[in-house]
């Protein structure tokens, strides 16, 4: 017969005079507790008044909220109920119990103050050497809002609900109208709670559509309706994602260094591009570190010719990609793949054929581009015309515009060898942070609402995840992305 220990759910222990005796002197949380005590707290204790009861120090609630965004503790009640069952937030509250609406009230008060902050844990990791700018990477990813996508109403879908209401409305009143003056009261008397309740939504949907209204013009994109209202979080957008199809979400952005992953530049905004937002992630790297990277590295959703001007502007080295990673071949007609000759100011198509300069068009927007325009008569004969042709006069037309140099130059910068060796680098540096954003610290979609305050809590798992890269960096090892640069230094000195 099988021997068994014996074990009761009754037997007791002698608990330790501390918490801490429990922690080891490596563990996360001790850490945590180090780095807030080192950072400059004015901006919140000014805010204090010297009358009343005593309030729980800001360094303490803080402790808690950084520790729970980096292990996975998002809202203020599980944060509360960690306090009672997790011996690390039991040690950092000092015996304290905060009630989660204490919690959640801090958080929402001094969501303007963490950028701050984030900045201070920024400068003690570069005056660890754990950060250098040599390299950083950009990249964004699309997090789900507080909000659920069936919330959400277009323009279209509007205007046919008002007009619905409106006339239910207009028959629910003359039928309370008729009914009045049957029974000799007062008109109106009987009105049912149901018109009262249409003419509620019928506000709430007329504010919407005002709102809708006031926004800038919404970016051209496959999906249409993109250009919708959400009752729940207006400044939420519908989103296309790889993996979890359409969803309400936001498009944070970073910006990490390649040193030890440490997150050195963020920006929130609630478009789904990738391409408008590049140039203010640049911009705050150099308002958080003092200084721009010597290079910079971003995938094919950031390339435009205003991204590369702006990091060329910046001193910065950049390395955009040119095509999608996910279509490595493409359109073998795309304007891509005709070679462009400045000698002679013609274009030579994948079939060999020429194309010259036919006409220019003025464009009456003055922000945009002059365009010229490129055509071949041997279009007409070519075996490849209903391939490469799309216009109703069988001729190809490309055009060229001032940004097109630029473009064609940063093509050919990242398709060079060295330019390979370079931008390969670019998964290594910046997506292993969203993965472990996702995957170790759980955070899958925000907490709060509104664009402010979804920013305020962005800038926090930033934060979160910079203190967990402290704690990890206290045993230096060689990177992966240096262990790869070293291994191309390598091929080119034998080469």
């Known amino acids: 017969m099988a021997k068994f220990k014996s074990y009761s759910t009754e037997q007791g222990e002698l608990f330790p005079m501390y918490l801490s005796d429990w922690i080891p002197e490596d563990h996360l949380v001790r850490l945590v507790s180090d780095i807030v005590d080192q950072l400059d707290l004015t901006v919140m204790t000014n805010r204090y008044s010297h009358r009343g009861e005593e309030a ?6 803080l402790k808690l909220w950084f520790y729970g965004y980096a292990t996975g503790v998002f809202t203020s009640r599980t944060l509360r109920q960690a306090m009672d069952e997790n011996i690390p937030f039991r040690w950092l509250c000092g015996g304290h119990r905060p009630d989660f609406r204490t919690l959640s009230d801090f958080r929402k008060d001094h969501l303007e103050s963490l950028p701050g902050l984030f900045k201070q844990v920024v400068h003690i990791a570069i005056q660890l050497g754990y950060v250098s700018l040599g390299h950083v990477s950009i990249d964004g990813s699309k997090l789900k809002a507080h909000a659920s996508k069936h919330k959400s109403m277009s323009r279209d879908r509007m205007n046919q609900e008002i007009e619905r209401l409106e006339k239910e409305i207009r028959e629910a009143l003359e039928q309370a109208g008729q009914i009045d003056d049957q029974e000799n009261e007062e008109p109106l008397s009987l009105l049912p709670e149901s018109v009262t309740n249409r003419q509620s939504r019928l506000e709430k949907i007329r504010e919407a559509l005002r709102q809708l209204e006031t926004r800038k013009p919404v970016e051209e994109s496959k999906t249409p309706d993109k250009d919708q209202f959400n009752f729940t979080d207006p400044d939420s957008q519908i989103m296309d994602t790889k993996t979890q199809g359409v969803i309400q979400g936001y498009n944070p952005q970073i910006a990490v260094d390649a040193d030890q992953g440490f997150i050195v530049g963020l920006q929130m905004n609630p478009s789904s591009s990738d391409q408008h937002q590049f140039q203010p992630v640049l911009g705050s790297i150099r308002n958080i570190t003092g200084k721009v990277p010597e290079k910079v ?26 095509t999608r990673e996910n279509k490595p071949h493409g359109n073998p007609y795309d304007k891509t793949n005709f070679t462009y000759i400045p000698e002679t100011d013609t274009y030579v198509c994948p079939a060999g054929q020429t194309l010259i300069h036919k006409y220019t068009y003025y464009e009456k927007d003055p922000q945009k581009a002059t365009q010229w325009v490129y055509m071949s008569d041997a279009c007409l004969t070519c075996p490849f015309q209903k391939d490469c042709v799309k216009s109703g006069s069988g001729k190809r037309r490309v055009k060229r515009n001032e940004g097109d140099p630029i473009r064609e130059a940063m093509r050919t910068k990242v398709q060079s060898d060295a330019g390979k060796d370079i931008y390969r680098l670019r998964k290594a540096i ?20 509104g664009e402010d305050k979804v920013e305020g809590e962005f800038v926090l798992l930033a934060l979160s995840y910079n203190l967990r890269k402290l704690h990890s960096a206290k045993y230096p090892k060689p990177s992966t992305v240096y262990k790869r640069e070293r291994s191309a230094q390598k091929r080119k000195k034998a080469a």
């Open 430 to 449: 910046v997506e292993p942070a969203w993965g472990q954003m996702k995957e170790c610290q759980g955070f899958r979609q925000f907490h709060l609402r």
């Open 56 to 61: 729980y120090h800001p360094a303490m609630l």
């Open 297 to 322: 590295s971003a995938d094919a959703g950031y390339f435009s010719a205003d991204n590369i001007q702006a990091a060329t502007k910046a001193e910065t080295d950049a390395y955009i990609a040119a």
